[in-house]
């Protein structure tokens, strides 16, 4: 067991979400400290009925830490990373900075939590688009091989953090205030309003006119299931909700895989919920999927325009299991089996 852990990013939106996990999953530690950037420095965190100061994030904070689980932006995790590892035995970490570095493994405990063991001090959790639709192609990979998938996403404004939903709730008030039209209105994220409306962009522009966000679906996917040859068209939206995401997801297999045979996988996978009855309404939304853990499955059903191909709606919450559930079971694995 790890005896000292390190929360980094501790005052953030998924760094309070690591912390509440951790106390509801009973992570075991015997040190805990909290760390941020200057403006955290000296805010009181409860943790398990005891009061903690945040301390700054600095090298000298990791002298006397095993066990480092952060979130925080690309440009900090680039900066502090390369330090901390010198200090401790292993980083936990959400950005996206380390990803697709060939000797960081990129983790889902319940699709490749053995790529743990290959750490050198170094371990990063995917993008949260791509942890949900990754634990729902899991069983169906095993099973009959991923050869194609096109998703699009319906993600929430939480993915762009607290300033994301603030955006959502003052251009959805200035939706309602002007007589149920669109007006003018300032927004911290988003480049247009974002309430009762899509913006069919995240993340900045890349290559083929596909965005940063698009092209973890693909580099991400092909890392974890350790198949370079999967295809991946994907597009990404944002949507007015406030939290989980949703992705439409049609996935061509090597073999034929049937709607029944799909609904048996899928409910034999770890972390996966079926909801899959159309003719009682029932399927997943992310009124049903906030403040949850599972990757919740339904809508499944076989592609009318080419064989071996199934199409499945998915909802998860991006918060939670598409970041820091996703990291605390990282941990755990690592107390538990290194």
């Avoid at 200090?87 to 053995?114: C, F, Q, T």
């Avoid at 996978?269 to 999927?289: A, R």
Wanted: proline share 5%; hydrophobic share 35%.
């Amino acid at each position: 067991m790890y005896d000292s852990v390190a929360v980094v990013g501790a005052t953030g939106a998924v760094g309070t979400l690591i912390i509440r996990m951790l106390q509801e999953r009973k992570f075991p530690y015997k040190r805990i400290k909290f760390l941020a950037s200057q403006r955290s420095v000296g805010k009181s965190l409860q943790f398990n009925g005891v009061e903690h100061k945040v301390e700054l994030l600095c090298p000298d904070a990791f002298n006397d830490v095993d066990l480092v689980i952060a979130s925080t932006p690309d440009d900090v995790a680039r900066d502090f990373v390369p330090e901390a590892r010198k200090r401790v035995k292993a980083i936990v970490d959400e950005s996206g900075y380390w990803r697709m570095y060939p000797d960081v493994p990129l983790v889902i405990p319940e699709v490749n939590a053995e790529a743990i063991r290959k750490h050198k001090g170094l371990i990063s959790s995917p993008n949260c688009s791509t942890t949900q639709m990754v634990v729902a192609l899991k069983p169906l990979h095993d099973y009959a091989r991923v050869r194609r998938v096109v998703v699009s996403t319906y993600q929430a404004t939480s993915g762009a953090g607290v300033q994301g939903n603030r955006d959502l709730v003052k251009s959805s008030q200035v939706w309602l205030d002007n007589n149920n039209q669109y007006a003018p209105c300032e927004m911290e994220t988003f480049p247009y309003p974002i309430g009762f409306n899509c913006i069919p962009q995240i993340g900045s522009e890349k290559e083929r006119g596909y965005t940063s966000e698009e092209l973890k679906l693909l580099h991400e996917t092909r890392k974890i299931l350790g198949d370079s040859s999967i295809q991946v068209c994907p597009t990404a939206v944002r949507v007015p909700v406030a939290n989980c995401h949703s992705e439409s997801v049609l996935v061509e297999t090597e073999r034929k895989i049937t709607v029944d045979k799909a609904r048996e996988l899928f409910a034999s996978m770890p972390g996966v919920k079926l909801m899959d009855d159309l003719s009682h309404k029932l399927y997943p939304t992310p009124y049903h999927c906030h403040d949850t853990d599972d990757v919740y499955v339904g809508r499944i059903r076989e592609d009318i325009s080419a064989s071996n191909s199934l199409a499945f709606w998915c909802v998860s919450d991006n918060l939670r299991k598409g970041a820091a559930t996703n990291a605390v079971q990282i941990a755990e694995w690592i107390q538990q089996n290194l």
